[in-house]
Nanobody, 122 residues
């Protein structure tokens, strides 16, 4: 499985960005895909996840109401629409896939893409 994330960049506070993650390989083994982020000096943390078949979505409290995760099964792509961005959202964002129900934790993810930097200026 290979995951490739796109869409990071620099944006002012209150702005929006859309991240994309394209998956290739054994995508039929996916139970869920998710986004995590890691800010300098901090541990990697869960942001959002989506059940690959049912489309159920899950969010960290810090992004609820501002971020939306979605997927396009035909394109094997997951998206993260980020609105009302705050400086504290600044981090490297990673997409990941999981073959189990433990997709809300770093340890529960099986494959990781390279991160994409999101910087929100105040």
């Amino acid at each position: 499985v290979q995951l490739q994330a796109f869409g990071g960049g620099l944006v002012q506070a209150g702005g929006s960005l859309r991240l994309s993650c394209a998956a290739s390989g054994r995508t039929f083994s996916f139970h869920a895909m998710g986004w995590f982020r890691q800010a300098p000096g901090k541990e990697r943390e869960f942001v959002a996840a989506i059940n690959w078949s049912a489309g159920s979505t899950y969010y960290a409290d810090s992004v609820k109401g501002r971020f939306t995760i979605s997927r396009d099964n035909a394109k094997n792509t997951v998206y993260l629409q980020m609105n009302s961005l705050k400086p504290e959202d600044t981090a490297v964002y990673y997409c990941a896939s999981s073959g189990s129900s433990r997709f809300g934790s770093v340890d529960g993810m099986d494959y990781w893409g390279k991160g994409t930097q999101v910087t929100v200026s105040s």
